[in-house]
C-alpha cells in the first residue's frame, strides 16, 4: 500500500464547476500538507502549504486537512479552463528530507 | 520556475552511455533534491544535497549518482544509462522549509 493514494482521474468539470481533489494517506507522521499544479511538460508549482489540521483559503482555492481521518482536499472554486492540469498532493513530516508525493489527478475544465 | 534551470531540457542516448544532468538554482537555497517522474509512479526522489559536499541517498538511488561542489549547482549522473531510466528528472531546491520549488525538467530518452 502506497504512504499516499490520489484517484488519478482524468476528472472532467464544466466550466464555472466547483472541484473537488482529494488525497489520502497512512503516515501519522506527517504535519505539512501541500499541493502543487502540474501542467503539462512543466514543472511542479506550489499551490497551497499547510500545518496540520484546518482549511487554508487562497482566491478560489481552498485546501482542508483532517488528521483525524488521514485525508486532505483541494476545493476549486468558479473552475476556469486555466485550471486544467495536473494536481499532486504533497505532504511530510517536516524538515528538508523526504516529502512524499502522491501520483497526481488530471483535471480538464470544459469551456 | 523561483530561479532554477536545467540542462539539457531534452537528451536522447543510448544503454550504457554515461549522462549527466546539472540543475542551477539562483535563489541561494541550502537543500536541492533530483526527482524523477514516471506515470503510474508519481515523483520519486533520487538524491537530494543539504548542503555543499553533502547528498544522501533517496528511495530510487540506484544506478544514479550525485554531486554539489557550488551551492548553485547540482548534478546528476547515470553511470551506464539504462532503458528504465527513461523519464522525466525534476530539480528541486528549498530554503529549510518544506516547501520545494521544481525546476522546468529534464526529458531523458534511453535506447
Known amino acids: 500500500q502506497k504512504e499516499v493514494e490520489q484517484d488519478p482521474g482524468p476528472l472532467s468539470v464544466p466550466e464555472g464547476a466547483i472541484v473537488s481533489l482529494n488525497c489520502t494517506y497512512s503516515n501519522s507522521a506527517f504535519q505539512y500538507f501541500m499541493w502543487y499544479r502540474q501542467y503539462s511538460r512543466k514543472g511542479p508549482e506550489l499551490l497551497m502549504y499547510?500545518?496540520?489540521?484546518g482549511n487554508k483559503e487562497d482566491g478560489r482555492f481552498t485546501a482542508q486537512v483532517d488528521k483525524s481521518s488521514k485525508y486532505i482536499s483541494l476545493f476549486i472554486r468558479d473552475s476556469q479552463p486555466s485550471d486544467s492540469a495536473t494536481y499532486l498532493c504533497a505532504m511530510n513530516s517536516g524538515g528538508y528530507q523526504k516529502v512524499t508525493f502522491g501520483t497526481g489527478t488530471k483535471l480538464q475544465v470544459i469551456p | 520556475d523561483a530561479g532554477i534551470t536545467q540542462s539539457p531540457r531534452h537528451k536522447v542516448t543510448e544503454t550504457g552511455t554515461p549522462v549527466t544532468l546539472r540543475c542551477h538554482q539562483t535563489?541561494?537555497?541550502?537543500?536541492m533534491y533530483w526527482y524523477r517522474q514516471d506515470p503510474g509512479h508519481g515523483l520519486r526522489l533520487i538524491h537530494y544535497s543539504y548542503g555543499v559536499k553533502d547528498t544522501d541517498k533517496g528511495e530510487v538511488s540506484d544506478g544514479y549518482s550525485v554531486s554539489r561542489s557550488k551551492t548553485e549547482d547540482f548534478l546528476l549522473t547515470l553511470e551506464s544509462a539504462t532503458s528504465s531510466q527513461t523519464s522525466v528528472y525534476f530539480c528541486?531546491?528549498?530554503?529549510?522549509?518544506?516547501?520545494?520549488?521544481f525546476g522546468p525538467g529534464t526529458r531523458l530518452t534511453v535506447l
Open positions: 535563489e541561494n537555497h541550502r537543500y
Open positions: 528541486a531546491i528549498s530554503g529549510g522549509t518544506n516547501e520545494q520549488f
Open positions: 499547510t500545518y496540520s489540521s
